[in-house]
């Protein structure tokens, strides 16, 4: 399974394949695949969206941990679109500066909507030297984000996507 990358707006259809070590398709999506190859594939399954209210200013939370950054690139894209009074916060968890999924992409956003999005960048090894953005996501560092960066009471949707011990810590100190 794939996720959708793009926006509900842009008239394109994207996922976004990382190419993992001895992952048969990634490998050879990112080795073999040419512009003009055709793929049968199912239509999308998900239910990782929320409800739109264009009239409404909401504060949009994502957390996404590595290739987990794809569907909620997708939700970020169509809420800046969709409800031009909601902001979105996002958090993205990598290993280093060299794996951020989509970095470009991420810039462009927040160079045009810098009003509007906020990116909280934590590297398990390039992070420097402030402790907040460095290590993993866990219960820790989820309660001093809430603390220092994110107000959870001003959330009113929060998007988790990761591997899964990072998901079920952020679930856990979202609840809390």
Request: aromatic content about 8%.
């Amino acid at each position: 399974s794939y996720s959708i990358c793009s926006g509900r707006f842009e008239g394109v259809l994207q996922v976004g394949i990382k190419k993992v070590e001895g992952g048969a398709f990634s490998i050879w999506a990112n080795e073999e695949m040419r512009i003009g190859d055709t793929l049968e594939a199912m239509p999308p399954m998900g239910k990782f969206h929320t409800e739109l209210e264009p009239n409404k200013a909401k504060h949009y939370v994502g957390f996404a941990g590595g290739s987990g950054i794809t569907p909620i690139l997708s939700i970020l894209k169509t809420v800046i679109v969709a409800e031009p009074e909601s902001r979105f916060t996002l958090v993205y968890a990598n290993r280093s500066v060299n794996t951020i999924m989509f970095r470009d992409t991420l810039e462009d956003l927040k160079n045009t909507h810098m009003q509007r999005l906020n990116i909280i960048h934590v590297l398990e090894d390039d992070a420097g030297e402030i402790d907040l953005f460095s290590g993993r996501i866990d219960a820790e560092k989820c309660d001093r984000l809430f603390t220092t960066l994110i107000d959870p009471s001003s959330v009113d949707t929060a998007f988790i996507c990761g591997p899964e011990p990072m998901m079920l810590a952020i679930r856990d100190a979202l609840g809390a």
